[in-house]
């Protein structure tokens, strides 16, 4: 089992409301219904293995009283960690974007590439150190939640 650790940093690019952030990770686990059909569900991430992948969920509410524009949020893909391709998602209107040197630049997945000359080339999901997402308004006492799943290397 490896403890998983991740942080996440949310930037106001003006101070006009209270929004607080909370991270949860999640890891699917198998159930069986009264009836005996196989299910699973997302339950807190307690023992992963390798392999398992894990859904972390960034939940940010907006406790104040003026809609806050333009947050940014930005998560570091921990590093025993392999981004699960296409999984970032927001609740509401975002721009996600993603990172392949630590959060120091961040491009569109399109865009994002690695290596120079002739060995440049569009940069694999599992290559992904951190992902942003702008989130365009959150408005006054709501919440919004942005994601992503990675896989324990």
């Known amino acids: 089992m490896k403890k998983l650790l ?16 909370h991270s949860t990770s999640y890891q699917e686990e198998a159930k069986i219904t009264p009836t005996g059909e ?4 997302w339950v807190r991430a307690s023992k992963v293995v390798p392999g398992t992948v894990v859904r972390y969920v960034n939940s940010l509410e907006n406790a104040g009283t003026k ?11 921990p590093k025993s960690m392999e981004y699960v391709e296409n999984s970032a998602s927001c609740q509401n209107g975002c721009t996600m974007t993603y990172s392949v040197d630590g959060g120091q630049n961040y491009n569109n997945a399109e ?3 690695v290596g120079v000359g002739e ?10 150190t951190d992902i942003q997402w702008i ?15 990675a896989r324990l290397k």
């Open 6 to 21: 991740t942080t996440s940093a949310l930037l106001l690019s003006m101070v006009q409301a209270s929004v607080n952030i």
């Open 119 to 128: 060995n440049r080339r569009l940069a694999k999901a599992s290559e992904y």
């Open 111 to 113: 865009a994002l590439y």
């Open 38 to 41: 196989k299910t699973k569900e």
């Open 67 to 77: 809609s806050a524009r333009k947050l940014v949020v930005k998560n570091p893909i």
């Open 135 to 149: 989130v365009d308004s959150l408005l006054a006492n709501t919440q919004s939640t942005v994601e992503y799943k």
